[in-house]
């Protein structure tokens, strides 16, 4: 039997203080086909990709691939693949890294710049996610046989059609840019990447290795 991932202390606190009895019915069944998706594939014993899009690829859509991919270890899901991508490419913004870095994640700066390039681990001996702002459809990406994982519903209007993507999930958050420049940017930043972590927490606590 393969050893679970041990996650970062803090982390490890976090998801411990995770409440999945919060999720409302009717946002359980917008969780469910990602839940069937991973479910189902898991049970073939094929790679499991899922590429989260948003508008911009700076926030929500980094936020999901981030704990989407922890919690897919913390679960010990095998064969997770976590991507995110954008309608448009602009930059992971500086306020969600922090948020991670805040919830215990390490997050390094490996190519600094405009759009620069992080590292992000969740636990000692994980390979890290590599965020950086790109779109949906950038080499960096899978082209095929993934579910596009829509964050945010401009980017659910504004994609009609995602090349290769085997299934399409809306599942939409609010966008925490509203609160930029405010004295509660902190507290609504942490707030959102709570509720994804919490959902995530609740889609990977479903699936039957």
Known sequence: MTTKTIVFEKIEQELSSIQINTISDERRDTLQPLITFIQNKA??????????????????????QVWAQTLAAYFNIKNVHCYSGGT?????????????????????????????????????????????????????????????????????????????????????????????????QAEKYQERSLQIATELFYVFSKIKA
């Open 43 to 64: 049970e073939h014993g094929q790679e499991i990709r899922l590429n989260f899009i948003c508008t911009h690829n700076s926030r929500r859509s980094h936020l999901s």
């Open 88 to 184: 448009e490419a602009t930059a992971l913004f500086p306020m969600a890294a922090k948020t991670l870095a805040d919830s215990g994640f390490q997050v390094k700066t490996i190519g600094p710049g405009p759009n620069p390039v992080y590292a992000i681990k969740y636990a000692e001996n994980a390979y890290p996610v590599i965020g950086f702002s790109k779109t949906f459809d950038d080499d960096f990406n899978p082209n095929n046989e993934f579910a596009a994982i829509l964050t945010c519903s401009q980017a659910d209007e504004g994609c009609p059609f995602i090349a290769g993507a085997e299934k399409r999930i809306p599942i939409t958050y609010e966008d925490p840019k509203a609160f930029d420049n405010t004295p509660q």
